[in-house]
């Protein structure tokens, strides 16, 4: 796994101004978080770009409180997603809000799976986790 930034454990959250994230490759992350449990994970302005591969994402969250503000984020490849937020089951925890936040997602045509564009997502939210709040 290659990550941007790696922030685990018990820090007092993350906050990042500006700033672009491009991953390629699989298994890759702009931003990985696993921080304490209510801390923030903070973004402004930020742009991600998840050029291609599979099975990567801008930020996995899978715990802290994510804050999307400004920016945008574009993914590309297949199985990737702009945010990921981690199931509770596999030990993901708080919410997110995001807020004027451009979403550019490459989709696959009709029914091809095994294409460009297949399985991506924008938002992936996984179960037990909510949006608190996406407003443009």
Do not use: C, P, W
């Not at 290659?2 to 906050?15: E, K, R, S, V, Y």
């Not at 400004?70 to 089951?89: A, D, I, P, Q, R």
């Not at 696959?108 to 938002?123: F, R």
């Amino acid at each position: 796994m290659n990550n941007g930034i790696f922030a685990d454990g018990a820090i007092g959250g993350l906050t990042v101004t500006g700033g672009n994230f491009t991953t390629s490759g699989n298994s890759s992350n702009g931003i990985y978080s696993s921080i304490t449990a209510a801390q923030n994970v903070s973004t402004s302005g930020t742009i991600f770009n998840v050029k291609s591969g599979s099975s990567s994402n801008a930020i996995y969250a899978k715990q802290g409180k994510v804050s999307m503000t400004g920016g945008s984020v574009t993914v590309n490849g297949t199985h990737n997603n702009g945010l990921f937020l981690e199931s509770t089951k596999y030990g993901g925890q708080d919410n997110a809000a995001i807020e004027n936040v451009t979403f550019n997602v490459d989709t696959a045509s009709g029914l091809e799976y095994t294409s460009q564009g297949s399985y991506n997502n924008g938002i992936y939210v996984g179960a037990g986790r909510t949006i608190d709040s996406i407003k443009k």
